[in-house]
């Protein structure tokens, strides 16, 4: 009788083992959708908070050139580029400057 105890005995521990490699196996499966979902989603937000860091960035720069852009000075620049002038200014425009040197540059060596 002894042996049958002693191989009933092992038959339960091993019974065990199994059913605690079972149970630790059936956990690992329900916990794995979850945790895999989780990662991809903590990877998402990564991606996501350095567009949104980027964006930030580009605003920043956006509004800072058009303060500079609005500002007095850089709007006359501006307008004197397109030809505006300002009230009672008189608009002159000069045509073949490169003529007019070569004709000066001639008229200085003759002197």
């Known amino acids: 009788m002894p042996a049958k105890k002693e ?4 038959r339960g521990r091993i019974a ?9 196996v059936l956990v690992g499966l329900l916990y794995y959708r979850p945790l895999h ?3 991809d989603a903590r990877g998402q937000r990564a991606g996501r908070v350095a ?3 980027k964006l930030n960035r580009e605003q920043t720069a956006l509004e800072r050139s058009l303060r500079e852009a609005s500002s ?14 300002r009230p009672g200014e ?7 400057i490169p003529q007019w040197r070569r004709r000066h540059d001639a008229s ?3 002197h």
């Open 72 to 85: 007095p000075a850089v709007l006359a620049r501006e307008a004197r580029a397109l030809g505006y002038i």
């Open 108 to 110: 200085r060596r003759a």
């Open 7 to 10: 191989s009933r005995r092992l």
């Open 90 to 96: 008189h608009l002159f425009i000069v045509k073949d």
């Open 16 to 24: 065990r083992r199994w059913f605690a490699l079972g149970v630790l």
């Open 37 to 39: 979902d989780y990662l």
């Open 51 to 53: 567009a949104v860091r």
